[in-house]
Each structure stands twice: as C-alpha cells, then as structure tokens.
C-alpha cells in the first residue's frame, strides 16, 4: 500500500467508535462546579456485560461505564456564525459584546465571520455591529439534563448559532 493511503486508513481508524472506547479510559472529562462522574449501566448490553454472546466491548464485561452527570452550571460552547444582511455573506471582523457572571466580554468574529464562547446556563444579551450591519438579540444557554458517557465525549457540548445581521 502507498504510504497516503496508510494515512487515510489510520485516519479512518481512528474515527471509529472502537477506537473511542480503547481511548476512552485514557480522556479527561472536561468538568464544570457541580458536574459528577458516576458508574451507571453500560448502554450496549443494559448492564449484562454481554454483548452478542462476547464480553460486551464498550464496559469490556464491567457492566458499567463513568457518565457525566451534568451540574447546574455545566457549560456549553456556543459558536456563533455571523452573516451580512443577504444572509450568505461571512463578516470577519465583527464586534461583538455580550455581558456575563465573569464580566462583559467583547470579542470579534474571525476571517470565517465565527466566534466561540463556553457559556453556562443564562440569558446573555448580545450586541453584533459591523460595517455591514448590526443585531441584538439574546444567547440562551438551557442547563443540561443528560447523562453522558464520558468514553464518547468528555468534553463541553457544543452548539452553533447563525447570526443574520440587519441593516
Ligand atoms: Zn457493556
């Protein structure tokens, strides 16, 4: 096989879910105040630690695996994708203010017109303003209820806004 071709299946590999669960062990959750980690029953064989008559892969046989039970100001990432008025358009550079439990924060968007931010449940009023045109409007970040598996995805959940700026 071609050394690129190599690439592209370790590549390929490493987007599998087997490979998550083998480094799952190995990830550290990213934790917010009040989020827990506790052992509940592994999704993929109800808690058996059987899985089509194999030790199940996903608690290799433990029955249970670590979920992130999400606490009350347990973050999400917000990533804001700001639009000119014809609703196509990208705008880099644009200012941005929004006011929080850590102060105002003011920021402006990047060369793909995106900002970012991790924000715990609230109601953020939001300012946008560029050449091309302005918005206000609120971010709202509901608190999480979910149980996670921490093996999949210790990290904040992530969620993407789209911005349409007015004239
Ligand atoms: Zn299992």
């Known amino acids: 096989m071609k050394p690129k071709a190599l690439l592209i299946l370790s590549l390929l590999m490493m987007l599998t879910p087997s490979f998550l669960y083998w480094i799952g062990p190995l990830r ?70 929004f006011h929080c439990e850590a102060g105002d924060w003011k920021h402006t968007t990047d060369e793909q017109g995106r900002f970012g931010a991790d924000l715990p449940p609230g109601k953020y009023p939001l300012e946008i303003q560029s050449v091309q045109g302005k918005l206000s409007t609120v971010i709202e970040v509901m608190p999480q209820t979910t149980p996670t598996p921490v093996d999949l995805d210790p990290r904040f959940p992530t969620r993407v806004d789209t911005y349409i700026l007015q004239k």
Do not use: W
């Open 28 to 97: 550290r959750p990213a934790m917010a105040d009040g989020d827990q980690l506790t052992l509940m029953a592994c999704p993929v064989c109800s808690g058996s630690g059987q899985s089509q008559n194999q030790k199940c892969p996903r608690c290799r046989g433990k029955k249970q695996i670590q979920f992130m039970v999400p606490g009350p100001h347990r973050p999400t990432y917000v990533e804001g994708h700001v639009y000119a008025p014809d609703g196509v358009t990208v705008v880099p550079q644009a200012s941005l203010q």
